[in-house]
């Protein structure tokens, strides 16, 4: 079974370096510009992780975190922040809204891989 990977960034060239070093390794990922359209998309698609940007217009990722964790059907669901913030204050904040983890941009094809992999087995 394909596993879905909602990638939610305001950057599509990186949310278009997400697909291409996720769907060659076979998961199916799905695409939204902001913490709402991530909202909305992880609801309708049900992904498997997501993967986010922190800082968005329209909605924020720790807003989007904190919204999706509200909601019990969300619970266990991997939630990874990708983000040029590197300060351990706004990772805290991460942390405790719900980020399952943190990858620093720039980031490479193989740490968001590995990263994806590890996360979903």
């Not at 076979?26 to 992780?49: H, I, Q, T």
């Not at 217009?57 to 509200?70: F, K, Q, S, T, Y």
């Not at 990772?91 to 809204?97: S, V, W």
């Amino acid at each position: 079974m394909t596993k879905t990977i909602l990638t939610v960034d305001d950057s599509r060239s990186i949310r278009d370096m997400i697909a291409f070093a996720l769907e060659p390794q076979g998961y199916r990922v799905v695409k939204a510009e902001d913490g709402k359209d991530g909202l909305a998309k992880a609801r309708a698609e049900r992904p498997d992780m997501i993967v986010t940007d922190l800082n968005m217009p329209v909605m924020n990722g720790i807003e989007m975190i904190r919204e999706l964790r509200a909601d019990a059907s969300f619970n266990g669901l991997p939630i990874v922040m990708l983000t040029t913030e590197a300060q351990k204050e706004k990772m805290l904040e991460g942390k405790q809204a719900g980020a399952t983890g943190w990858i620093v941009k720039p980031f490479d094809e193989a740490k968001i891989t590995g990263v994806v992999a590890k996360l979903l087995g």
